[in-house]
């Protein structure tokens, strides 16, 4: 099976798109960060390393420190698709990043967000 498309585009490519998102409707740069932090287990200087090396998704989840426990907590829907029924695990993590970011760009509490 092919790969999608998304698997081998750069992480650093896609972030400042989730930032923007996030800004646009009042959120930060740091509330984004934090998701990330904790859904991946990365810290701030690992994040800029990634971002600096241009490194792709597939080697962003791959790499990550360790997946939140909480990470099953996340459900609903993320481009059409009920993220908790998402088949490929690859695809799954990264809609569960993209559904976080949503969920801060629509105005949700960061205590719900991270699942708290």
């Known amino acids: 099976m092919e790969k999608h498309r998304i698997f081998t585009t750069s992480f650093a490519s896609v972030y400042p798109h989730y930032?923007?998102?996030a800004e646009r409707k009042g959120r930060t740069?740091?509330?984004?960060?934090?998701?990330?932090?904790?859904?991946?287990?990365y810290n701030p200087e690992a994040l800029?390393?990634?971002i600096d090396n241009k490194t792709d998704f597939e080697t962003f989840f791959?790499?990550?420190?360790?997946m939140n426990a909480n990470v099953s907590k996340i459900t609903g829907v993320?481009?059409?698709?009920?993220?908790?029924?998402i088949e490929?695990?690859?695809?799954?993590?990264?809609?569960?990043?993209?559904?976080?970011?949503?969920?801060?760009?629509?105005g949700?509490?960061?205590?719900?967000?991270?699942?708290?």
């Open 19 to 21: 930032i923007n998102k």
């Open 29 to 41: 740069k740091e509330e984004v960060d934090t998701i990330i932090y904790w859904l991946t287990g």
């Open 48 to 50: 800029q390393q990634l």
């Open 62 to 66: 791959a790499e990550a420190p360790q």
């Open 78 to 85: 993320i481009c059409g698709y009920r993220v908790e029924e």
């Open 88 to 106: 490929n695990k690859l695809m799954q993590k990264i809609r569960y990043l993209d559904k976080m970011v949503d969920e801060l760009a629509k």
């Open 108 to 116: 949700k509490a960061m205590e719900k967000i991270l699942r708290s």
